[in-house]
């Protein structure tokens, strides 16, 4: 049986004896069907892993015994950060889940013209919140101890003229079915000294003439994924396992 991860919002140290607070107790006890003696491994983010073992368990309070420190697995070696166009219904949190596991370290949700989906106030916080929740669950599944940010959801356009990172990024690419040239063609012939990949996808039904131009004026470069035209949750999945394959970490 697979010991489980968990993450911790704590600092952590070996030998500590840490109460959790009553969210992390029950997911332990009540989800994961933890006992006391029960082995698990736990991170938060800030590097590494640390073996740990439950000393008490209820449903409301549990404390664990913090054990020896690993780094575990090592961050990709390509920074990718994803702005992605704002999609109707769990497509968000399917893309977010996924694009997490293939080694995506930041995400930016977009407000685009053919973008549905309308986010402010409280309900911008508390859908942030919720992917950002999504981030860390698919962090413990997929064995990553580095946790990606989730940004608030901001205009294209304000994106596109952000003078901080990402504008300043090595690569920035906007996947665009009428492109010329492949993703894979473009990383490789400018992408072999590159540290950070800024990648557009567009919403369901893609970014308009205009928008694909005004990044493009700001330095972006347009690639395809193929001749297939893919969905909305389905081209930056795809584009992110191809810059992985011929930049990153997987085989």
Not at 69 to 83: C, E, F
Request: hydrophobic share 40%.
């Amino acid at each position: 049986m697979r010991v489980p991860r968990v993450y911790l919002d704590q600092a952590l140290q070996s030998g500590a004896e840490l109460a959790l607070d009553k969210a992390a107790a029950h997911y332990l006890v009540s989800v994961l069907r933890l006992r006391a003696d029960d082995a698990l491994i736990v991170f938060n983010g800030s590097g590494g892993e640390y073996t740990a073992t439950l000393q008490s368990a209820t449903n409301k309070q549990a404390t664990i015994i913090v054990g020896s420190h690993s780094p575990g697995v090592a961050p990709s070696p390509v920074r990718i950060v994803l702005a992605i166009g704002l999609s109707r219904g769990e497509r968000m949190d399917w893309v977010i889940q996924k694009a997490v596991e293939l080694g995506v370290n930041e995400i930016i949700p977009l407000f685009t013209e053919r973008c549905e989906v309308k986010l402010k106030g409280e309900r911008a916080l508390k859908k942030r919140g919720h992917w950002q929740q999504i981030a860390i669950s698919a962090c413990e599944q997929s064995q990553r101890n580095d946790v990606p940010t989730i940004k608030p959801a901001q205009p294209l356009m304000e994106f596109l003229t952000a003078s901080a990172p990402p504008a300043n990024s090595d690569l920035k690419l906007i996947l665009d079915p009428r492109a010329e040239q492949s993703l894979s063609s473009t990383l490789l012939d400018k992408g072999s000294s590159t540290k950070t990949i800024v990648l557009l996808s567009g919403p369901e039904g893609g970014f308009s003439d205009g928008e694909v131009e005004q990044a493009q004026q700001k330095g972006v470069i347009s690639v395809g994924l193929g001749p297939r035209v893919l969905r909305t949750e389905t081209a930056p999945l795809a584009a992110l396992s191809i810059v992985q394959a011929l930049l990153g970490d997987m085989a």
